[in-house]
C-alpha cells in the first residue's frame, strides 16, 4: 500500500523518534524536522501531505513557522499545542492551521487526525468539472478551488470544506455537531472553539473577495447557515 509522506517539526528528539516509529507502522512516511526554519523550507517543498508543527520551539516558534508556510502553500498542518493554551490554538488557527493536538497526545489520536484532514481533502470520484454554487459563489470539490465572480477565494482544506458543507446546504441550518463530523472530522466537544474560530476566517476572506450577496449567519445554540440574497 502507498506510504503517505509527512513532515514533523518538533524540536523534542526523543518525541519525535517516537512518533515517527509509531507513524510509519500506520503508512505514513515521516520526515522530521527539528527546527522551524528547517522545517518552513520542508514544508515548502512539494515533498509532503500534511505538516505536524509544534507551537514550541526556540528561535522559530511553530505560530511564526505557520505564518511563513501560509504566506506561500495551503498546504494541511496540524498543528500540537500546550494543553489547555487557548491562545495558540486560537491564533494557530486564525493564520490557517486545519486543526491542533493538545500535548501530550498519544501517538493513535494523532494518526487519527491525520487521517480525517487527508480524507477530508481528497474527495473521491467526482468529475473534475463538477461545481456547487450559491449565487456568484462557486466551489469544485475534486480540484479544492473557490471563486467569487471568478475572483479566486484561497482557502485552507478546513476551510474548504466547512464552506462545502455550507454550500451543499444553502438556505438551511447546519448544526455544530454536523459541521464538526463532517468538516472537521471529529465529533463536538465542549468549549472547542475551532469551527467559530474557521468561520470567522471563511467570512473575512468572502468578504475580501467581495462575495456582499452571501453571508454565513450564526444560529444561536444551535449552528450557522449560508445565506444567499
Same mark, same amino acid.
Given at each position: ?122 474527495? %473521491?470520484?467526482? /468529475?473534475? =468539472?463538477? @461545481? *456547487? ?5 462557486? $466551489?469544485?470539490?475534486?480540484? &479544492?478551488? #473557490? ?39 471529529? %465529533?463536538?466537544? /465542549?468549549? =472547542?472553539? @475551532? *469551527? ?5 476566517? $471563511?467570512?473575512?476572506?468572502? &468578504?475580501? #473577495? ?20
Amino acid at each position: 500500500m502507498t506510504q503517505t509522506p509527512i513532515l514533523l517539526i518538533d524540536d523534542d528528539v526523543a518525541l519525535s523518534g517516537m512518533l515517527k516509529e509509531y507513524l510509519e507502522r500506520e503508512e505514513f512516511t515521516v520526515t522530521i524536522a527539528h527546527d522551524g526554519h528547517t522545517g518552513v523550507q520542508l514544508a515548502l517543498s512539494g515533498n509532503y501531505n500534511i505538516v505536524i508543527l509544534d507551537v514550541m520551539m526556540p528561535q522559530l516558534n511553530g505560530i511564526e513557522a505557520l505564518r511563513r508556510i501560509r504566506a506561500q502553500s495551503r498546504i494541511p498542518v496540524l498543528m500540537l499545542t500546550a494543553k489547555g493554551d487557548d491562545v495558540d490554538r486560537i491564533v494557530g488557527l486564525e493564520l490557517g492551521a486545519d486543526d491542533y493536538v493538545p500535548k501530550p497526545c498519544t501517538p493513535r489520536e494523532l494518526a487519527a487526525r491525520l487521517r480525517a484532514i487527508l480524507r477530508r481533502v481528497h474527495t %473521491p470520484n467526482l /468529475p473534475e =468539472d463538477a @461545481s *456547487l454554487s450559491a449565487g456568484a459563489l462557486i $466551489i469544485w470539490p475534486e480540484k &479544492r478551488k #473557490a471563486l467569487w465572480n471568478d475572483a479566486p477565494i484561497a482557502l485552507t482544506s478546513t476551510e474548504f470544506n466547512l464552506l462545502e458543507v455550507l454550500v451543499r446546504n444553502v438556505g438551511h441550518i447546519v448544526t455544530k455537531k454536523d459541521l464538526s463530523e463532517t468538516g472537521l472530522g471529529r %465529533p463536538l466537544t /465542549p468549549y =472547542d472553539r @475551532s *469551527l467559530d474560530v474557521h468561520l470567522s476566517s $471563511i467570512r473575512q476572506k468572502l &468578504r475580501t #473577495a467581495g462575495a456582499t450577496h452571501v453571508s454565513i449567519e450564526t444560529v444561536r445554540g444551535i449552528g450557522y447557515q449560508l445565506i444567499k440574497e
